[in-house]
């Protein structure tokens, strides 16, 4: 079992960057696919980026692609979601994702994102 701990949201003026990262316990990060979802007040929780175990294979929703790099560092346990060129859009509670081969799932806390002037 994997625990994940979310850092790095808060306030950021529109046209700003943040950059969020997700520190993996308990368990190897390697073993598991990660992704960054988000869900904003009134809406259903979306996927913005998944990458799989080894890093190979990354994938954006339509809306973040080229803004959002997603990234992991295994030797670290951590994931990353550097976000650029936040729109008031991207308001949202963000959480990261962990799976395994067993398509189990893990959650981190969620942590706020605000883009606002």
């Known amino acids: 079992q994997v625990q994940l701990v979310e850092s790095g949201g808060g306030l950021v003026q529109p046209g700003g960057s943040l950059r969020r990262s997700c520190a993996a316990s308990g368990s190897p990060l390697r073993c598991y696919a990660m992704s960054w979802y988000r869900q904003a007040p009134g809406k259903e929780r979306e996927l913005v980026a998944r990458?799989?175990?080894?890093?190979?294979?990354?994938s954006y929703a339509g809306s973040v692609k080229g803004r959002f790099p997603i990234s992991r560092d295994n030797a670290k346990n951590t994931l990353y979601l550097q976000m650029h060129s936040l729109k008031p859009e991207d308001t949202a509670v963000y959480y990261c994702?962990?799976?395994?081969?067993?398509?189990?799932?893990?959650w981190g806390q969620g942590t706020q994102v605000t883009v606002s002037s």
């Open positions: 994702n962990a799976r395994n081969y067993g398509n189990v799932e893990y």
């Open positions: 990458i799989t175990s080894g890093g190979d294979s990354i």
